[in-house]
């Protein structure tokens, strides 16, 4: 198997066992525009340190696969336009062209799992898509989360995907999907919605308990788990809805098609709401990293103590 490269950070707290949490870096490069990108990535990373643990910020830099970032790289990726994005399809293609890209939620989770990293944060996963009866547009994230052990923390889902059909590809593939401390997903903009959450937990330790015991099944796949947005931070419905209408009907008679398509809707969600969407993207990915950083925290503590 081929040995990612570590940063000092992530390659200090593997050798010790400290826990660590993933991030993707579609998000920076492909999610939100600069300078914000650069802004939050870094915010992100403090916020994990501060609730101790390691981030680790994965990309393929000139090819090579980079778990962690250090300061001057992440600058350098935040401010590449054309940086590739690269999900389960395009990573061994980009490494091998020495080409430089970032990770969605597929490939970040397969190159934590490569690291031996439990635990990854990130804001909205894909899904499936308005439309993906006639499309068929569904995420490789969907995938991914089926196969890979990784626990991924998001905000739930974008409202730009069809959040109905995507718990039901998920429950098809047997992936958990654990609203944390409510009974319904939450909606990524929105704290709540119309969905009961397929599993509900109150307690990141048992949220560790659960990725504990799906590796002593010998479970392939991950756990979601769905984190609501704060609830200052929430955009009303009302405003956002018709907006997402509107990005989702400019993508379809603009032709988008495969892994264009998120990027289009994302930015256009950017540039619609103006200032606001961004906001309640800092505080959801912010409060993502805090739980991520309690699981890992858990995981590593519950580890040791049932290891003799
Ligand atoms: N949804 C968001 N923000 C994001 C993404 C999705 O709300 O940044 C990014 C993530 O990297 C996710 C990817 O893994 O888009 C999904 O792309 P696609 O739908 O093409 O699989
Ligand atoms: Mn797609």
């Known amino acids: 198997m081929i040995r990612p490269h570590y940063s000092k950070d992530v390659a200090e707290a593997r050798e010790s066992g400290a826990p660590l ?20 990535a870094q915010q992100v990373e403090a916020e994990i340190r501060a609730h101790g643990a390691t981030p680790a910020t994965i990309a393929v830099l000139d090819g090579t696969l980079h778990v962690g970032l250090d300061p001057a790289q992440l600058e350098t990726l935040a401010k590449t336009a054309d940086a590739a994005k690269l999900s389960r399809a395009d990573l061994a293609v980009c490494m091998a062209e020495g080409r430089t890209g970032a990770t969605t939620v597929a490939a970040t989770m397969i190159a934590a799992h490569l690291a031996g990293i439990d635990v990854f944060a990130t804001g909205g996963i894909g899904g499936v898509h308005q439309g993906a009866e006639q499309s068929f547009d569904i995420s490789a994230d969907l995938a991914e989360l089926a196969q890979t052990p990784v626990t991924v923390v998001c905000a739930g889902a974008k409202a730009i995907l069809d959040l109905a059909k995507t718990l039901e590809v ?14 319904h997903f939450p909606a990524f903009w929105s704290a ?16 560790a308990r659960a990725h504990l015991m799906r590796g002593a099944l010998g479970l392939a796949g991950g756990q979601l788990i769905a984190n609501p947005i704060p609830r200052k931070a929430e955009i009303p419905s009302e405003i956002i809805t018709p907006l997402i209408a509107q990005a989702n009907h400019e993508a379809k008679i603009q032709g988008m098609t495969g892994k264009a398509v998120t990027p289009f809707l994302l ?10 969407s961004l906001k309640a993207n800092i505080a959801l990915v912010l409060n993502n990293a805090r739980l991520a950083a309690n699981i890992a925290r858990e995981i590593t503590d519950q580890r040791k103590s049932t290891t003799p």
């Open 21 to 40: 949490v993933a991030l993707e870096s579609t998000i920076i490069t492909h999610g939100m525009p600069w300078p914000q990108n650069l802004e939050v």
């Open 170 to 183: 998920l429950e098809t593939n047997g992936v958990p999907v654990i609203a944390y401390g409510q009974d």
């Open 192 to 207: 709540t919605s119309s969905l009961p959450a397929p599993l509900r937990m109150d307690d990141p330790a048992m949220m």
């Open 267 to 276: 930015s256009r969600l950017f540039e619609l709401t103006e200032g606001r």
